[in-house]
């Protein structure tokens, strides 16, 4: 591979890292300055990106199968929030039987990063690239980190394994869709979220939880989330809320991603069945909790297999149970 190539490669690839292809490809016009230092084995490029963002930075050449990457970030849109910072890369390139593609690796890092202008842990990783694939080997930035595979090729598929350790709701949320519920959030989300398939089929899977926070007007102890399905339109199965007051629910339906404008109704309409513990002698759940200085009463309610109706002992107050989520 020549050095121009080798060069034009490193920063198609720092960009393929830093933004993945997106779900619906665009062509579009970007001002480029380039120039190539020869002497110093070294290309400086600048893309201006209009309304003051920009990626400017450098590739060198180090020894003859090695190189550095520099990168200027400055105010662009990754996904939906304004990122900044300085990125550097070391890169080892190793031939392989198909001269065109050899085997590029190496590590990335960053310093001085914002995210919606706001500091946030800088990006680190290790990563490789082959055959027109990034192989993501340990990527992190935030509370996030990431394994697995980008395919830069048409139709551009993922098979990624993304872990969130203590995000913010809001900022989770927000990633997701843009609602009135969002004005209203507390709490931290954790978890893992499986993503595989095309840049046009993206099929998710996640397993989540979050504990003492506020979605809309619902507060709660924990939530614990499996949702699945192919974006935007998922599926919520085998999930429980605990809210504050006790109550504690199963909860299941359809969530479409997209439909931002009725993202709190589809909130409201998802399923919800209390918890039901069951015995040989018959099915019981806890409907209300509620703590006495350091004592806590439960209220039960207890169907019996041969019919019978609970005693007065076992709830003389309890008498009926309607209940309805409120956002």
């Known amino acids: 591979m020549s050095l121009l190539k080798t060069y034009t490669a490193m920063f198609f690839l720092a960009l393929g890292l830093l933004w993945p292809p997106p779900v619906k490809a665009m062509v579009t016009e970007i001002p480029f300055q380039g120039e190539w230092d020869i002497p110093n084995n070294k290309l400086e490029f600048l893309f201006d990106l209009g309304d003051k963002r920009s990626v400017s930075g450098n590739v060198t050449q180090l020894t003859a199968d090695r190189y550095h990457l520099y990168l200027n970030v400055d105010h662009v849109k990754l996904f939906k929030y304004d990122y900044s910072s300085e990125i550097d890369a070391q890169i080892e390139v190793k031939r392989s039987n198909v001269p065109s593609e050899p085997y590029v690796s190496g590590t990335i890092a960053s310093q ?45 598929s993922a098979d990624l394994n993304v872990k969130l350790a203590s995000v913010e709701m809001d900022d989770f949320l927000n990633f997701w869709v843009k609602s009135d519920i969002n004005k209203q959030l507390a709490g931290l989300v954790s978890g893992d979220i499986k993503v595989m398939g095309t840049a046009d089929r993206l099929y998710l899977k996640g397993s989540l939880e979050s504990d003492q926070g506020q979605v809309g007007k619902l507060q709660f102890d924990s939530i614990s989330l499996n949702i699945e399905g192919i974006y935007p339109y998922l599926n919520i199965s085998r999930s429980m809320i605990s809210e504050t007051d006790g109550l504690s629910f199963n909860v299941e339906g359809p969530l479409a991603l997209n439909d931002h404008e009725n993202f709190a109704k589809q909130i409201k309409e998802l399923n919800l069945s209390p918890v039901v513990n069951t015995s040989q002698d018959g099915s019981e759940w806890t409907l209300k909790e509620t703590k006495e200085g350091m004592q806590t009463r439960a209220f039960k309610h207890i169907y019996h297999k041969d019919n019978s109706l609970p005693s007065e002992q076992e709830n003389p107050d309890l008498i009926g149970f309607e209940k309805s989520m409120q956002f």
């Open 112 to 156: 001085y990063s914002l995210l919606n202008y706001k500091p946030v842990r800088d990006l680190e990783g290790q990563w490789a690239y082959h055959d027109k694939k990034i192989y993501i080997q340990d990527l992190s930035m935030g509370n996030v980190a990431c394994q697995g595979t980008i395919d830069l090729a048409y139709p551009y």
